[in-house]
């Protein structure tokens, strides 16, 4: 599991139970996510955890041309 985050250490992970819909049907209450701790910038489209006021919310995030 660990070859599919790079360099990142187990140190660097964190998970999160997802507690409400806003990312359904990818993600539903009750879902576990795994997160990369260590990661400070995005460089492609995807899913990722943006911590707010020591809160983490999982949106899609996508670059705009």
């Known amino acids: 599991a660990f070859k599919a985050f790079g360099k990142t250490t187990i140190d660097s992970l964190s998970h999160l139970n997802i507690e409400d819909d806003t990312m359904s049907p990818h993600l539903n209450p009750g879902d576990y996510v795994l997160i990369d701790t260590s990661a400070s910038s995005y460089n492609t489209d995807g ?5 707010i006021s020591n809160k983490f919310y999982i949106r899609r995030i996508q670059h705009q041309d």
């Open 47 to 51: 899913l990722y955890a943006v911590r």
